[in-house]
């Protein structure tokens, strides 16, 4: 789960090198087609896609469409409320979601240790997010935020029930496929023409490849061995990634409050990573 949180946090680093006139949505249009298909090839080249009959129908439809809203909200989030808000609603509330729906749908209870290393590294999350853009609240926008949330800790629920049945490259293979087939209209309507340049199509080739095929690669497998919620909150090292590479590649300063931050988020991890204690027999 941590590698996979890692990769994910190259994301805003490479969009931060992709050519001038790109629109979100549309390079997380590119990213899951491109994505879907290596898993795609990935999967096949395995033989784990040999017997797709009796797939369930409402969970694979559930996570995928889930998967394809959360790249909308998120964007869209972000452009109507700005990044700070946008990140910490989406990424603080989905940890929270998700325990929630763990529970709900599957009995899984979180626990107390959960409870608290979540809140430090939503904390840590807060404040290496806001330093960097202008807080403004939209309403619209903190719901959308929220919707992306919703939809992260639904899909990962649903994925969850995949995975205890099918192998995980083909559980990430069919959904990835189906929320590249939601999102394409977009890449009919979006401004493409940055695919042009070497520098756009490495981009791309890396949010599909690195930042989407190899990183649920990793999250299939960390979803098999633990809860729904400690899956997502372990996902929050994905903004301590973002901002140790903002450091190091795009020169951004290391303020105090980063550094507070980034130590809250480790704190966090660190002690829901640690095995648990078992009671003497």
């Known amino acids: 789960m941590l ?9 805003g680093t490479a969009q931060a090198f992709a050519p001038e006139g790109t629109q979100p949505a549309v390079i997380g249009a ?3 087609a491109v994505g879907g298909l290596a898993l795609f090839i990935f999967a096949s080249a395995r033989g784990v896609l040999r017997e797709l009959k009796g797939w369930p129908l409402v969970p694979t439809g559930l996570a995928a469409a889930c998967m394809a809203a959360y790249q909308v909200f998120f964007f869209e989030a972000v452009a109507k409320t700005g990044v700070a808000v946008g990140t910490i609603v989406a990424i ?8 929630g729906l763990g529970f709900l749908v599957r009995r899984e209870s979180p626990g ?3 409870m608290v290393a979540t809140l430090l ?12 853009a202008e807080v403004s609240v939209n309403p619209a926008g903190v719901l959308l935020a929220l919707g992306a949330g919703i939809a992260y800790a639904i899909c990962t629920v649903a994925a969850k029930g ?7 490259d083909a559980v990430m293979a069919v959904l990835f496929c189906i929320a590249a087939i939601l999102l394409s209209p977009l890449l009919f309507v979006g401004n493409l023409i940055w695919l042009q340049e070497g520098r756009g199509i490495a981009v791309a080739l890396h949010l599909g490849l690195v930042a989407t095929a190899a990183s ?14 400690t899956a997502v909150t372990l996902g929050l090292a994905e903004p301590f990634t973002a901002a140790t590479l903002g450091v190091v590649l795009l020169g951004e300063r290391l303020t105090g409050s980063v550094m507070l931050g980034a130590g809250l988020i480790l704190a966090g991890l660190v002690m829901l990573s640690m095995p648990k204690k078992r009671m003497p027999s």
Do not use: I, N, Q
């Open 30 to 32: 590119v990213r899951l």
């Open 92 to 99: 603080g509330s989905a940890p929270l979601f998700a325990g």
């Open 162 to 168: 995949l995975l205890e049945e099918r192998p995980p």
């Open 216 to 229: 649920y690669t990793f999250f299939a497998r960390g979803l098999e061995a633990v809860p729904v919620a």
């Open 3 to 11: 590698a996979a949180a890692v990769l994910w946090g190259t994301t």
């Open 121 to 132: 590294a939503v904390a840590g999350c807060a404040l290496l997010t806001v330093p960097k």
């Open 112 to 114: 107390l240790r959960w």
